[in-house]
């Protein structure tokens, strides 16, 4: 359940990218791995199991519902997957995403499902042209071009935000560094994350001759 975000001609939240298939079996898996994806992992691992073969997954994560409705100011887009339900604590993951039409901004709702002692990973990973600042409860991500965004996340657990160094690959065989951010939270019972995208810089309308 990982996404991608553009505004206007500029990029913000990418696919880190395959990198390579058979020449490393490590970082093909590291690049397809759950931790790589703009989504979110349980106690360190990955939805799917994978095993030293590049090609496949073991006891892959299956969807359980996938819904997506739109009117005239937004889309909304939801699902759940059962790729944590082999834990002994099993663990649901729900994912809304609501894209609002006229101001461009975007929420995310993760909803976990369990009971037990669990540990909770959000990765988000920027493209390479994207600076971060960090602020209270989130950060500002700019680009060169004149775009930038508001990030801010509402939980009732205490979040530990790091950037970190990441690698991203936009063609086989070449990787390059960029940023991530990355949240992680702990927590015993059923709780709620909510991701909020506001773009702060607007694109140019026609009438304004932009």
Sequence with gaps: MSFELAVG???????????VYTASIKERNQFRGTSCHNTLTVDGL???ELPCQAFLVSKPASPI????????????????????ARLDNPVVHKR???????????????????????????HFHFHPEISLTQ???GLI???????SLRIDFECVHKLNIEIMECHISRSY???????????????????????????????PTPESGG
């Design 96 to 122: 809304g995403i609501r894209f609002e039409k006229e101001t461009l901004n975007c929420s995310i709702n993760d909803q976990m499902d369990f009971d037990g002692q669990h540990e909770f990973s959000w």
């Design 9 to 19: 001609d500029t990029t913000f939240f990418v696919d880190p990218g395959s990198y």
């Design 135 to 137: 602020i209270e409860g």
């Design 46 to 48: 990955d939805q799917h």
């Design 173 to 203: 065989g070449v990787k390059e560094r960029s940023n991530k951010l990355k949240i992680t939270a702990n927590a015993d019972i059923s709780f709620e994350m909510k991701t909020s995208l506001v773009v702060l810089s607007k694109l």
């Design 65 to 84: 519902y996938l819904q997506c409705s739109e009117d005239e100011n937004a889309v909304v887009v939801e699902g759940a997957h059962d790729g944590y």
């Design 141 to 147: 991500a700019k680009s060169d071009k004149g775009h």
